[in-house]
């Protein structure tokens, strides 16, 4: 079980005690990802993350790097499109200097002009790697033709206007607006009291006050399921194939993360095996979910040869048609499950593991699911429970195409994207 409780300020604290446990992991969410932003902010909450470790009136950056770096601990932050936090694993007994730094950093930034300088030229550096890189670029070609008229089809670290144009007055507005008690959580996992968790939590957080700011967000959008590529002179050609997803429920992820594993996210799932191991067709194949709190991304990823990128893709389409005419089996679900349990119940035993998954439970579910209840809830999925889930994910028989290889225009439009 987890204990929860809202600071003075409003700002919820999560706990959830790990018997046992040497080392303790803190985490400090907010509720702000990039699809939140407008045209002017595109960036801006990647960017925020990256500022964030440049100092406030306490500590240098470096004194944040070597206080954590001093105890053996480590700390790293991350931007999604729905949210974005910074965490804290150290040995149990420096829990108090892991809240501190946390509170300390995210509440007390500097923001100072000359370091924003500095890291808007760090972030521009970032995007060119992410453009050399082709299986990175791909991801963002990728979300950019699916959703092409929503927020969250655009990059998450913004572009060159964008950065090139920031400055401390712009980054400062963004963060008074978004970074506020109310719209935080603050996560923790480890052995100790639960009285002693929140009197921490109350110290280095109780006092930090901020009016808090409506989120608006847009109306979902429908997918866009034609085909687009980029021509570059590469030994391989990566692409994906995308079609409609599911939202935030766990119900429905639950679904998911079955047929994931029997369908594409597992040595021995039926992509995987067909694919590679049968038919030798490439080196790495993947399907993914990705899920939104309003709408989904289903995506089976893919790098070849250009010689047999026409012939991965029919195979891949195939398949898809196989599953979604006959279904799965009583067998690969029964594997299914004691796959999922097995993997989430080693996962659990690592306190910086369990304070992920109590956040994502309470920024999106808004309560908190045992790890016994959620293996019920992976016992009572039916073959009917997949295989409507199947039909939604290909019931359209057409699907999204990105494409990034040395391809002749000709040749990629005769491909075909359906069933």
Known sequence: MIEKKSLKNNLKVLFQKSPGALSVSVGLWVKIGSRHENDEERGYTHFLEHMVFKGTEKRSSKMIAAEIERVGGFM????????????????????????????????????????????????????????????????????????????????????????????????????????????????????????????????????????????????IVPKNLNKFYEKRKLEQVNFVIGSDGITKDLTQNISMSLFNTIFGSSMSSRLFQKIREDKGLCYSINSFSSSYSDCGIFSISCGTSKKNFETSIESILEEIRLILENGITENELKDAKSNQKGSMSISYEQPDNKMTDISIQEIYYNTYYTLEERMKMIDNITLADINHLINHLFSKKVFHLSAIGDIKEKAFLKIKNSI
């Open 76 to 219: 790293n932050a991350a931007t999604s499109r729905e949210y974005t936090y910074f965490y804290v694993t150290v040995m149990k007994s420096e829990i108090e200097l892991a809240i501190d730094i946390l509170s300390d950093m995210v509440t007390k930034p500097l923001l100072n002009e000359n370091d924003i300088k500095n890291e808007s030229g760090v972030v521009l550096e970032e995007m060119k790697g992410y453009e050399d890189d082709p299986e990175e670029f791909l991801h963002d070609f990728y979300y950019k033709n699916l959703m092409p008229n929503s927020s969250l089809g655009l990059d998450i670290i913004g572009n060159k206007k964008s950065i090139s144009n920031i400055n401390s007055e712009k980054i400062k507005k963004y963060y008074n607006k978004y970074y506020n008690p109310s719209n935080m959580v603050l996560s923790i996992s480890g052995d100790f009291e639960t009285s002693y968790v929140f009197d921490l939590s109350e110290k280095y957080l109780g006092d930090f006050q901020r009016e808090a700011t409506t989120i608006l967000r847009e109306s």
